[in-house]
């Protein structure tokens, strides 16, 4: 038993591609400029800093497979999956530039 398709299916995950789409940009211009984050630590590195590059970086790169995703899974799977696919984008996206911005200063 299939269901009858949805006409309406593209608008949720369009909503979440605008809404995504400037965090990543933002995201991408600050990473161009992390490195300055480096001056004031000490040779040995700074953990923290790391930490906050690295957790961002990843937030990053799984916005693009969650946005993918929300537009496949809107359109072929049961509306449930597409819905969260569609909120995990964008707040990945956030998430990323939240974590560059709370980058702590050296040492």
């Known amino acids: 038993?299939?269901?009858?398709?949805?006409?309406?299916?593209?608008?949720?995950?369009?909503?979440?591609?605008v809404l995504a789409l400037p965090l990543l940009a933002l995201a991408c211009l600050i990473l161009m400029f992390v490195g300055f984050a480096y001056d004031s630590c000490d040779p040995g590195g700074c953990p923290g800093t790391d930490r906050h590059?690295?957790?961002?970086?990843?937030?990053?790169?799984?916005?693009?497979?969650l946005a993918v995703g929300a537009w496949l899974?809107?359109?072929?799977?049961?509306?449930?999956?597409?819905?969260?696919?569609?909120?995990l984008a964008p707040l990945t996206a956030a998430g990323s530039v939240l974590s560059?911005?709370?980058?702590?200063?050296?040492?």
């Open 1 to 17: 038993m299939t269901s009858a398709p949805r006409r309406l299916w593209w608008i949720a995950p369009t909503v979440s591609t």
């Open 53 to 65: 590059v690295l957790t961002a970086l990843a937030a990053l790169l799984a916005t693009v497979p």
């Open 73 to 87: 899974t809107s359109r072929l799977a049961k509306p449930g999956w597409g819905a969260a696919l569609c909120v």
């Open 100 to 107: 560059f911005l709370t980058i702590p200063a050296g040492r």
